[in-house]
């Protein structure tokens, strides 16, 4: 690449400013950078790979699509697998801060090979950094944008069906949600994927209160879960995915046995094995099965655990509610006034309840006056959770006491849809969860 030409990582600056310092370094510099925690400079070593790669990707691949089909096909092929190897590494080592609008990028890196393959490959990473970098709707724009062009049926790559899942939950556009299940569910070889699909559209079912067809799909994942086990001690997604299952079916049976059963899947599970970040998530989940099971001085001593790891909003907020419950707090505003309520996203809900719940047993009028009016400022647009907090805000109303109904109602559901599969901690795998959970 000349020094004047515009560099092929999409930066818009000249090669000789941009990858140039970096180019010639191969996948040993990147690892090295890695394991010195070095990020920021294993960043530009990961996006001079690119460029590098992008190179022989301009001068062969086209030509060789358009002189040999069959030969251009192999290579392409060969071209999305490590445009994919490529940007998991650029995406997992993105520095902390870092304004480069990858999403733009890869609308630049599209245009080099005229392949449909190609240009799906690039759109999946731009929908999953806009996905990622969407903090207060700033790229609500581009995630419609694609997501309306992207046609899906049973070709779809399975990673840019989860991640469509994941974009549109929040709209709660349920034919289209149930469309990408079913297909998930028939792409898929796995068993217990097939079951986690089939569940998922349970859980989409039962929150627009379809509740006799999500208790006869769920009750049918629960028949076949029970046959046999479905995962190994060493597959720490598995484990997961099933205890999960386990806990969110409490919600059509609420029989204690189903919680009990999440425990015991999670409770052999290797944590030795887990980096800091699935050890928050680890004793996080544990501790939000004993809370369901009322078990709340156990469940505090599990939040507490998970906090010493990081400070998450999930196990603060429920922390708070194990100590409401068990009498151990008196006071409100100070909690109150430390939280910034604008950027909890998933976890507002479980805010509001749960302090609403700690208002009335405090007999808190002033602290139900605040959560009163963070009710009129959320913005929910799943109808589903929009009747859960229009209830909240009557019982608030009312200072009944019966907040913690609604918790159980509507938080375990909105957990469930969170966990989705998202980023792990060693590249962009949108299916496997907690991989980031294995050294």
Request: with cysteine; net charge negative.
């Amino acid at each position: 690449m000349l020094d004047d030409e515009k560099c092929l990582c999409g930066s818009g600056r000249l090669y000789s400013m941009c990858c140039k310092p970096f180019s010639g370094q191969g996948i040993e510099n990147y690892k090295k950078e890695i394991d010195s925690k070095n990020y920021i400079k294993a960043y530009y070593v990961a996006v001079a790979m690119l460029s590098d790669y992008l190179e022989d990707v301009r001068k062969h691949t086209n030509r060789i699509l358009k002189d040999n089909p069959v030969i251009g096909r192999f290579v392409l092929h060969k071209d999305v697998n490590a445009l994919s190897e490529l940007a998991d590494r650029i995406f997992h080592c993105i520095p902390k801060g870092n304004t480069d609008n990858w999403g733009e990028r890869f609308e630049f890196i599209k245009g080099l090979v005229d392949a449909e393959d190609w240009k799906n490959e690039c759109e999946y990473y731009q929908l999953l950094y806009y996905e990622l970098n969407n903090d207060k709707g700033k790229f609500s724009e581009q995630i419609e944008a694609i997501v309306k062009n992207t046609k899906v049926d049973v070709h779809t790559d399975q990673r840019m069906l989860e991640l469509l899942r994941s974009v549109i939950l929040p709209s709660g556009q349920l034919t289209e949600l149930l469309k990408l299940d079913d297909i998930l569910i028939e792409k898929t070889d796995s068993s217990l994927m097939k079951l986690k699909y089939k569940f998922d559209k349970a859980i989409q079912l039962a929150l627009v209160s379809d509740n006799t067809s999500a208790k006869k799909i769920a009750d049918e994942v629960m028949a076949e879960l029970e046959k046999e086990d479905l995962y190994t001690e060493d597959e720490v997604y598995s484990q997961d995915v099933i205890a999960m299952m386990y806990e969110m079916y409490h919600n059509f049976d609420p029989d204690v046995k189903w919680l009990e059963k999440a425990l015991h899947v999670r409770e052999k599970m290797n944590i030795k094995k887990f980096t800091e970040a699935g050890k928050v998530k680890y004793y996080s989940d544990i501790a939000y099965t004993y809370w369901k099971m009322e078990n709340y001085e156990v469940a505090e001593q599990d939040f507490c655990t998970s906090l010493e790891y990081a400070k998450t909003a999930f196990a603060q907020i429920y922390l708070l509610d194990c100590l409401v419950e068990q009498k151990k707090i008196k006071n409100l505003k100070e909690y109150l006034e430390s939280v910034e309520f604008e950027d909890m996203g998933a976890d507002s809900i479980d805010f509001l309840i749960i302090v609403g719940n700690a208002a009335i047993q405090l007999k808190d009028n002033d602290s139900i006056e605040l959560i009163k009016r963070y009710i009129e400022e959320t913005n929910i647009e799943v109808p589903y959770y929009k009747f859960y907090l229009k209830e909240l805000e009557l019982e608030l109303e009312k200072k009944s006491g019966k907040i913690m109904r609604l918790l159980n109602k509507l938080s375990p559901l909105k957990k469930y849809l969170i966990l989705q599969p998202q980023l792990n901690g060693i590249g962009i795998n949108v299916e496997k969860i907690l991989e980031d959970l294995k050294k």
